[in-house]
C-alpha cells in the first residue's frame, strides 16, 4: 500500500484509492464504491448486450452485469488471464462488475498532488477521467464510475440486476 508521505494531511485530504491496470496504464477508483475484488469466473454472455458489456456472472446468488472497462475506454479487447479481476462496484445504488485486467494496489493519496487531466488526453476515451494523480514515479489516472455507466447504460444495468 502505497501512504502520503506527508504526515500532516487531515483525514479528509487523503484519497483511498483502487489502483488497477488496464494494459501499461494505472487507473484509479474510489475505494468508497468499491464492494469488493474478484477473481475470474465464468461470464455468460447476454444476447443482444452492448459491446462492452461482457455478460452476467451469478455473485452469491445475485446476478450482476459484468462490463469490460477496456472497451469503454476505447482500448483494444484482451482475452483474460491469471491477473485478470472483476471488481465489483456500486454505481448509484447498483452492483456491476468491471472486468480489469489487474488490481495493483490500495493507495491513499494526498488530494494535493491530484490535478484535472490534460485537455488533450490520448489513449483513452477521456470523457471517463476525472483527475489524474501525480505519485513519486508514474501517473495515476482516476475514472468516475458514474460517467463510465450513462443514463442509457444504468437503464440495461438495471434490467440486468
Do not use: C, W
Not at 33 to 48: A, L
Not at 87 to 94: A, F, W
Not at 129 to 135: D, E, P, S
Amino acid at each position: 500500500m502505497e501512504i502520503a508521505k506527508d504526515k500532516n494531511h487531515d483525514v479528509q485530504d487523503i484519497l483511498q484509492l483502487v489502483g488497477f491496470k488496464m494494459g501499461n496504464e494505472e487507473f484509479g477508483i474510489d475505494i468508497l464504491n468499491v464492494k469488493e475484488i474478484n477473481r475470474m469466473v465464468k461470464i455468460t454472455k447476454v444476447p443482444n448486450a452492448p459491446v462492452y458489456v461482457e455478460g452476467i456472472i451469478n455473485l452469491r446468488g445475485k446476478v450482476i452485469p459484468v462490463i469490460d472497462v477496456r472497451t469503454k475506454l476505447g482500448m483494444p479487447k484482451k482475452d483474460p488471464d491469471n491477473d485478470t479481476r472483476i471488481v465489483v462496484v456500486d454505481v448509484d445504488g447498483r452492483t456491476v462488475g468491471f472486468l480489469v485486467d489487474s488490481v495493483s494496489e490500495v493507495l491513499r493519496i494526498p488530494k494535493n498532488v491530484i490535478e484535472a487531466p490534460p485537455e488533450i488526453t490520448t489513449g483513452v476515451n477521456s470523457e471517463y477521467i476525472t483527475a489524474v494523480g501525480k505519485l513519486d514515479d508514474r501517473l495515476l489516472t482516476l475514472i468516475d464510475l458514474n460517467k463510465i455507466l450513462a443514463k442509457e447504460e444504468k437503464r440495461i444495468v438495471e434490467s440486468m440486476n
